[in-house]
């Protein structure tokens, strides 16, 4: 008798055990899904905050899913992909059109109206051709648009060409640029760029969104 209650005992723990287990698993699963949505309401609140501002970020290489939430205010290309048609390289107020001596038309500039506020990301994860440094310098140095620089191997050639001082990096980390301000290490956190994701896409709204708010942000020719 006494062995035939231990097996119902037995029975009854295992049970209890497995109701346990799927129970923990459902409220893990519950909890997964809550901090999800909280999360999404969060990336999506933080874009919405860009809608009234006259900006644009240039993301250049790899894009976050969730930085595209932005809309018009993101442009997203190929490193192979710019030119001086699709990146702020030339600024002119001013439409002319020049004709040599016998009237024919050999120049024509076209007005380009770009945001107040811009700012480029380079996510690559390699160095940077002799004609895609020379985009982003003339965006960056000549146009003084700040950049953003992610990964050793770009950050380290970028510094390299224009910078004139070397220094060594990690796979994850960053730099920012300004034109007569310098670099500075680490405008993104590493945990960020390592997880990519939803989370850099939040640090780079977060970034550009200070740096948009501010004197130092501001843009210009």
């Known amino acids: 008798m006494k062995g035939k209650n231990a097996v119902v005992i037995v029975i009854v723990l295992a049970v209890?055990?497995?109701?346990?287990?799927?129970?923990?698993?459902?409220?893990?699963?519950?909890?997964?899904?809550?901090?999800?949505?909280?999360?999404?309401?969060?990336?999506?609140?933080?874009?919405?905050s860009f809608?009234?501002?006259?900006?644009?970020?240039?993301?250049?290489?790899?894009?976050?899913?969730?930085?595209?939430?932005?809309?018009?205010k993101l442009t997203v290309m190929s490193p192979e992909d710019m030119n001086e048609n699709n990146m702020p390289v030339k600024w002119s107020g001013t439409h002319f059109i020049e004709y040599d001596q016998w009237g024919?038309?050999?120049?024509e500039v076209t007005p380009r109206d770009y945001p107040e506020n811009m700012l480029i990301i380079l996510n690559i994860s390699r160095p940077l051709t002799d004609g895609e440094a020379?985009?982003?310098?003339?965006c960056a140095v000549?146009?003084?648009?700040?950049?953003?620089?992610?990964?050793?191997?770009?950050?380290?050639?970028?510094?390299?060409?224009?910078?004139?001082?070397?220094?060594?990096y990690g796979s994850f980390d960053s730099m920012e640029f300004i034109a007569g301000v310098g670099g500075e290490d680490m405008p993104l956190s590493a945990d960020s760029v390592?997880?990519?994701g939803r989370e850099l896409?939040?640090?780079?709204?977060?970034?550009?969104?200070?740096?948009?708010?501010?004197?130092?942000?501001?843009?210009?020719?």
């Open 16 to 48: 209890f055990a497995i109701a346990m287990f799927f129970m923990m698993n459902l409220l893990k699963d519950l909890g997964s899904k809550r901090a999800s949505e909280k999360s999404s309401e969060e990336i999506n609140a933080l874009a919405a």
């Open 142 to 168: 000549d146009n003084k648009i700040p950049l953003i620089i992610i990964g050793k191997d770009t950050i380290e050639d970028f510094r390299a060409r224009v910078m004139l001082v070397k220094k060594n």
């Open 201 to 221: 896409a939040s640090e780079i709204m977060m970034f550009a969104l200070d740096l948009f708010t501010t004197e130092d942000g501001l843009n210009g020719a």
């Open 51 to 72: 809608a009234d501002k006259d900006m644009m970020i240039y993301m250049i290489g790899d894009c976050p899913e969730d930085l595209r939430l932005l809309g018009d």
């Open 194 to 196: 390592e997880n990519g």
């Open 104 to 107: 024919n038309k050999v120049d």
């Open 134 to 138: 020379d985009i982003i310098s003339r």
